[in-house]
């Protein structure tokens, strides 16, 4: 079954200095794996996505992931921290549903706050 | 485009009451999705549709039920409202299940009393 660990409930960073929060997966298929982020009383939105192909993929923002099969990782980082980017942040990894579809896993999430 | 829309934004319910959560998006897309998002445990799955006129339980599905009415709209039924249904609720839709961007609604805050 698959699985999404998000290491840190919350993050705190200063303005302009380097964003990283950890996700880590697990997964019996190859998996894609996703970053939402969800601005105080907002949906969620897609920041960006691993399908297939390069490893390393770049979103809105400014932010970036690379997907390390290694290490069952999938990072999430920003070279400089904005106010703006205080927000709820989401990894998630599509999974094979009862019915051979897929669903996507989320895990618990991880508060950003950034100092001014 | 509005995307994905949710009525009410917000609720009130009495325990035992009973109401519907209402869901549609305007993308032409296939799948859509109930979650609900509690502090400290992510979004959890209650139902999904995969494609019009299938539903699915998701991770959490007790408690509710779930109408695909057509391509469009898909709704959340609470038939007795508990206190541990006091939630934020989000509508999300996708091109296929699973694979794709899933698009996330504004979400219904629930109290029950």
């Known amino acids: 079954a698959q699985s999404v660990t998000q290491l840190g409930s919350h993050v705190s960073v200063s303005e302009g200095a380097l964003v990283l929060l950890r996700c880590n997966y697990s997964s019996s298929v190859p998996p894609y794996l996703f970053w939402y982020v969800q601005y105080p009383n907002q949906g969620l939105q897609l920041l960006l996505k691993?399908?297939?192909?390069?490893?390393l993929v770049k979103g809105i923002n400014g932010f970036e992931a690379e997907f390390k099969k290694s290490e069952t990782s999938f990072h999430l980082t920003k070279p400089s921290a904005h106010m703006s980017d205080a927000a709820e942040y989401f990894c998630?990894?599509?999974?094979?549903?009862?019915?051979?579809?897929?669903?996507?896993?989320f895990g618990s999430g991880t508060r950003l706050l950034v100092r001014p | 485009n509005a995307g994905v829309t949710q009525t009410p934004k917000f609720q009130v319910l009495k325990t035992g009451q009973s109401m519907t959560l209402q869901c549609a998006q305007d993308m032409n897309h296939n799948s859509m999705y109930w979650y609900r998002q509690d502090p400290g445990m992510g979004l959890r799955l209650i139902y999904y549709s995969a494609s019009e006129g299938t539903t699915d339980k998701g991770e959490v599905p007790n408690g509710y039920n779930v109408s695909r009415l057509n391509k469009r709209e898909f709704s959340l039924r609470l038939e007795s409202a508990a206190p541990s249904q006091t939630s934020v609720y989000f509508c999300?839709?996708?091109?296929?299940?699973?694979?794709?961007?899933?698009?996330f609604g504004p979400g219904t805050r629930l109290l029950v009393l």
């Open positions: 998630a990894v599509s999974g094979p549903s009862s019915r051979s579809s897929y669903k996507l896993i």
């Open positions: 691993y399908t297939t192909g390069a490893t």
């Open positions: 999300a839709s996708s091109v296929l299940a699973g694979m794709e961007t899933q698009y």
